[in-house]
C-alpha cells in the first residue's frame, strides 16, 4: 500500500489542523493506521492509531485530549485532527499502516512521506 500525508502547514498556537492521508489499493480496510511524528533533532515518536475498523483509537500521553483520529475506509483515508495546538507539535507527521496496531515504528510495514507541521508561538 502507498501512503500520501497532506495538510501540514503553519498554524499558530492553539489552533488547529487536521491532516489527511491517503492510501492507494483495495487492502486499506485490512490495515491499522498509525500517526506518528519527528521534530527537529529528535527521534520519531508515536502520536496515535486506529484500528483497522476504526472502532479503536489509541494516543499518545502528550496529545491525548487534543487530537482524534478517524478513518474513512470507503474512501481509504485516515484523518488526524489536531486542537489546541502547542510549539512542541511542531514536526513532520507521518502516517503507517500495519497489520495490527501499534505504538512501535516496527508495528508498521508502509510509511507515507511525512507532512510538515508549524506551530508559531
Known amino acids: 500500500v502507498q501512503l500520501q500525508a497532506s495538510g501540514g502547514g503553519l498554524v499558530q498556537a492553539g489552533g488547529s489542523l487536521r491532516l489527511s492521508c491517503a492510501a492507494s489499493?483495495?487492502?486499506?480496510?485490512?490495515?491499522?493506521m498509525g500517526w506518528f511524528r519527528q521534530a527537529p533533532g529528535k527521534e520519531r515518536e508515536f502520536v496515535g492509531a486506529i484500528s483497522r475498523s476504526g472502532g479503536s483509537s489509541y494516543y499518545a500521553d502528550s496529545v491525548k485530549g487534543r487530537c482524534t483520529i478517524r478513518r474513512d475506509n470507503a474512501k481509504n483515508t485516515v484523518y488526524l485532527q489536531m486542537n489546541s495546538l502547542k510549539s512542541e507539535d511542531t514536526a513532520v507527521y507521518y502516517c503507517?499502516?500495519?497489520?495490527?496496531?501499534?505504538?512501535?515504528?516496527?508495528?508498521?510495514?508502509?510509511w507515507g512521506q511525512g507532512t510538515q507541521v508549524t506551530v508559531s508561538s
Open positions: 489499493g483495495r487492502t486499506f480496510s485490512t490495515y491499522a
Open positions: 503507517a499502516a500495519g497489520i495490527g496496531v501499534g505504538a512501535q515504528e516496527g508495528d508498521y510495514d508502509y
